[in-house]
């Protein structure tokens, strides 16, 4: 079989292990997320009724983004997204990443969503770093000549096999 095929049934195995544990109601639907390299868009799916109920996208002179496969134009997703869904009366949503990883794109849109008011990520998720306000701690620096010298340590052949509490094996 070749590469792409294998890369399909990988793609295809992610997809459904993350989905089986999903499904949308009309009171929390589900948020599936597609992206590609040039555009990222989401939908609120209702799989009670098979209907979408809500959806945005990056694509289209409607977006009003120049590019849409950033993590800028993933964040404007999220927040109209939002927007949309509390029109719709929608305030909580099952996250589908699909095949995808929670992360970079994927993370943008989720947590800009969460944060104007369309509860899809749990508090536990990961924050983007942010600058640190202070200066961390510095390490001391080593001193030459402190720490192991030459012969100190662990001998060479520990923790082998062969060596005390085993039995040595007779060459023949």
């Known amino acids: 079989m070749d590469a792409q095929k294998l890369k399909a049934r990988r793609t295809d195995r992610r997809r459904f292990r993350v989905r089986k544990g999903l499904y949308g109601t009309p009171a929390q639907p589900r948020l599936c997320v597609t992206r590609s390299n040039l555009h990222i868009s989401a939908q609120l799916i209702d799989d009670l009724h098979g209907v979408t109920l809500a959806a945005a996208t990056s694509a289209g002179k409607a977006s009003g983004l120049k590019h849409g496969g950033n993590v800028t134009a993933a964040t404007e997703v999220g927040k109209k997204l939002a927007e949309v ?3 719709a009366g929608i ?4 996250f589908d990443r699909g095949p995808y990883r ?3 794109r994927v993370a943008a849109l989720a947590r800009a969503a969460t944060e104007a008011g369309l509860v899809c990520t749990g508090p536990d998720v990961p924050k983007p770093k942010a600058a640190p306000a202070e200066a961390a701690p510095v390490k001391a620096a080593k001193v030459k000549g402190e720490g192991k010298g030459k012969g100190e340590g662990k001998p060479k052949g520990d ?3 062969g060596g005390e509490g085993f039995p040595k094996k007779d060459k023949k």
Do not use: D, E, Y
């Not at 305030?91 to 099952?94: D, L, R, V």
């Open 159 to 161: 923790g082998k096999k």
């Open 102 to 104: 929670f992360h970079g």
């Open 85 to 87: 869904a509390k029109g």
């Open 91 to 94: 305030s909580k949503a099952c």
